[in-house]
């Protein structure tokens, strides 16, 4: 039996299957067509196949565990026997249990989903209680243990670690911390790793990525502490302690203080890692696990750049192994996959299949000192440039990212608007009913011509202003119906974009996107939403709302080229964005939304390097709005909770209007913005779009008149907390004619 660690791993694999194989089986099981047992042989083929695939590109360390039938926190929290009460007594079996836990079931709503760090990927937060009791359930990591070695694949086992897996977690206990729990759940992952160990398990690996956030001192001596008792566990596998997403900072040397036998470090998105390491002084017995390829991009990686670094490791530590920065489960499956991509970028492009190799050859070229490398890539293609958007860039001036006085704007607006206080709108998206994903996808294959297309879309259009128009709303939307998703709408509009056939990414559970590569200068070819929006302008007086996707979210949700700094293709995005807000304005739109729901997520994950990501990103919201005339009215809408370091940056903005998802946090948020001087139109939201419950409209004026205790009537704007594009139209109908009827209601006061 090996100890040594090897010399190439991967943090992690992509679960779903080059063909989406999870979420065709999971769906199927949800809604009844296949049964527990065929769900299960269908996991056992998928995951055989990655391992397969791991150990046929000759990677020599291969990770099990990785597989998830929906989150690998919720595998770690049944692991642990984190499962609340109010699931276990539904009297399931084990995976219906699960299932209910990640999904809800009609008595019991679902564990809450959030944002694993600053990935798109989501995960369910364990819940603890003071009913909590945790206990060892090596289960699952044992069966793909044993499945792995069956295929003749020694497989090491892969865990969240618990210090992670309590910071990720929340109680429900009045005055507790989930962290507090960290003594009795340490004998539970002592339990775990001597069940592991008694399987013939030789390495598990325990992920940290907490700790490459801010932590107290408390906190990292937790994790000290924890590591120390964890490596005392008398008949234990050897542990590898893996952290990624960033720099470990003061954890680092803590980590290394403990017996574990190997640390695994975020060498791309934490290159303060090397300096750390380098201070910490000799590394005797410890394998450090060098993440020397990107497992957040889908690049290829500099080889020579990589193993420059990896050479400074291996002067560091007795023994190193390359890896993946993190898990590749955020990067598309297999490039081979993409016959469609334009040859050139596809030269400069490697997904999760892809990366593995590199993995495996700076591996050996760490080992053996050398090996043939590839030729480096030519130079982009010149196409690829576009020195009108770099000319414009440079000839900026800090006048274009600047509005009027807002109060004065504010005035100008309502002067051209003339609104009722507590005006009314939505978010932007109405239903996406399967005929209109129907419709959509005939046009793609050409079943439906353009014309047809357009007719089909401009007739929803009509349907959903008519609907607005009826209820009674004040500023209307065209509703979106072309848009299939928010920011491929403008990735397939704009130059430098590709988008893929196959790129899918798990977002969570069952559903996977495909997020858009910006590989090039950007800049608008046309128009991109003002026919939709000037169309639905033509059919009413009423305002209708211009609906744009900010470039901090087109950012965020696209693999960004990593050849230049970030701010320049944010600025470049913005730039097209403020052409399509001046274009909108002269066809007649007086009110412009430009959605950043994901200017928190990316937010940094340590505080230091908070401002300079807000400044760049809130320089680009303005470069995009700040084109247009006073009396144009810009809203934008911020969502997915949780505003807290984020508060004083939506001032600085300058929207004149904000919506923010408000409804479950029961308008908190407009006491932060209070505090923090904001001063403009504010929507939080009034209904939670995220359940299919219709909120009564007393429910309603009691938020409004929540609302209205901080923010004064002229200021406040009535709409939901998102896009109502997941809900029925039963659903939109009831619960609209519910917050009008209290907007009219407060209003007569
Ligand atoms: N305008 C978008 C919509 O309504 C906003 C979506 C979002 O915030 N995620 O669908
Ligand atoms: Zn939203």
């Not at 065709?24 to 099981?29: D, N, S, T």
């Not at 890692?273 to 020397?292: D, F, Q, S, Y």
Request: charged share 25%; proline share 6%; with cysteine.
């Amino acid at each position: 039996m090996s100890t040594t660690f090897g010399q190439s791993t991967v943090l992690g694999y992509p679960r779903i299957g080059g063909n989406r194989e999870l979420k065709k089986a999971v769906e199927a099981y949800w809604a009844g067509r296949i049964d527990a047992a065929e769900l299960e042989s269908a996991s056992v083929a998928l995951r055989a196949g990655v391992w397969r695939t791991l150990r046929d590109a000759r990677l020599d360390a291969i990770p099990s565990n990785t597989f998830s039938y929906y989150d690998h926190v919720l595998d770690t929290a049944v692991a642990v026997g984190a499962v609340p009460r109010r699931f276990a007594r539904l009297g399931l079996s084990g995976l219906d249990t699960y299932f209910a836990m990640a999904r809800g079931v009609d008595a019991e709503p679902a564990l809450e989903l959030t944002k694993w760090f600053d990935t798109n990927y989501h995960y369910l937060v364990p819940e603890i209680g003071s009913d909590t009791v945790f206990a060892a359930n090596p289960d699952k990591a044992l069966r793909e243990y044993g499945e792995s070695r069956a295929l003749g694949i020694e497989s090491r086992p892969v865990l969240v670690g618990p210090a992670t897996f309590l910071l990720l977690a929340k109680t429900s206990t009045p005055g507790a911390k989930a962290f507090d729990r960290m003594a009795e759940l340490v004998d539970v992952y002592a339990d775990i790793l001597r069940a592991l160990a008694a399987a013939g398990v030789t390495w598990v690996q325990l992920d940290e990525p907490a700790y490459v956030a801010d932590r107290t001192t408390a906190e990292i001596e937790a994790l000290r502490d924890a590591y120390t008792r964890l490596c005392s566990v008398r008949q234990r596998p050897r542990i590898f302690v893996a952290t990624y997403f960033g720099e470990l900072g003061d954890a680092l040397p803590a980590l290394l203080d403990t017996p574990v036998e190997a640390l695994g470090l975020d060498l791309v998105a934490g290159p303060g890692n090397l300096r750390r390491l380098a201070g910490a002084g000799p590394l005797h017995g410890k394998t450090i696990v060098a993440g020397l390829v990107d497992g957040r991009n889908v690049w290829r990686t500099d080889l020579r750049a990589a193993i420059a670094t990896g050479a400074v490791v291996t002067g560091l530590a007795d023994h190193v192994a390359v890896s993946t920065s993190c898990s590749l489960l955020h990067t598309p499956v297999d490039l081979c996959a993409e016959t469609a991509l334009d040859p050139q970028l596809r030269l400069r492009m490697a997904f999760a299949r892809q990366k593995v190799d590199e993995v495996v050859l700076l591996g050996r070229a760490l080992r053996d000192g050398t090996t043939a490398l590839p030729e480096p890539l030519p130079p982009a293609p010149a196409a690829w440039r576009d020195d009108t958007v770099r000319g414009r860039l440079a000839a900026l001036r800090p006048g274009d990212r600047q509005r009027g006085d807002h109060r004065q704007r504010a005035a100008a607006q309502q002067a051209r608007l003339h609104l009722p206080p507590l005006p009314t709108t939505t978010i932007g998206s109405f239903p996406q009913t399967a005929e209109l994903r129907a419709a959509r996808a005939a046009h793609r294959s050409g079943r439906l011509d353009d014309s047809g297309y357009v007719q089909r879309m401009r007739a929803e259009v009509e349907h959903v202003i008519r609907l607005q128009e009826r209820l009674g709303l004040d500023v209307l939307v065209h509703g979106e119906p072309e848009r299939s998703d928010m920011v491929q709408y403008f990735g397939e509009q704009l130059t430098g974009f590709a988008t893929t056939e196959h790129g899918w990414v798990q977002s969570y559970g069952s559903r996977c996107v495909r997020p858009p590569i910006i590989y090039g200068d950007v800049a608008r070819r046309a128009p991109m939403t003002v026919a939709w929006s000037s169309y639905a302008q033509s059919l009413t007086d009423r305002p209708v709302k211009g609906m744009l996707t900010g470039p901090v979210t087109i950012l965020a949700w696209s693999f960004v080229r990593d050849d230049q700094p970030i701010d320049v293709t944010a600025d470049q995005i913005a730039l097209a964005l403020r052409d399509e807000c001046r274009d909108l304005q002269a066809a007649g739109i007086r009110v412009i939304q430009v959605d950043e729901p994901a200017l928190r997520e990316t937010l940094p994950l340590r505080a230091a390097e908070q401002a300079a990501y807000l400044d760049w990103a809130v320089d680009a919201f303005r470069l995009a709005t700040s084109g247009v005339a006073d009396d144009t009215q810009i809203h934008t809408h911020l969502c997915y909770s949780e505003f807290g370091e984020i508060i004083a940056a939506i001032d600085t903005l300058d929207a004149d209007v904000t919506s923010i998802e408000a409804s479950r946090s029961k308008m908190e948020v407009l006491g932060d913005l209070a505090a923090a001087g904001y001063h403009r139109g504010v929507g939080p939201g009034v209904w939670d779009i995220h359940s299919p419950r219709v909120p009564p409209r007393d429910e309603v004026v009691e938020a409004l008149r929540r609302a209205l205790a901080v923010v004064p009537a002229e200021r406040l704007w009535v709409n939901p907390d998102c896009g109502l594009k997941t809900r029925s139209y039963p659903e939109v109908e009831a619960s609209l004619a519910h917050l009008v009827a209290a907007a009219v209601e407060l209003r007569g006061r």
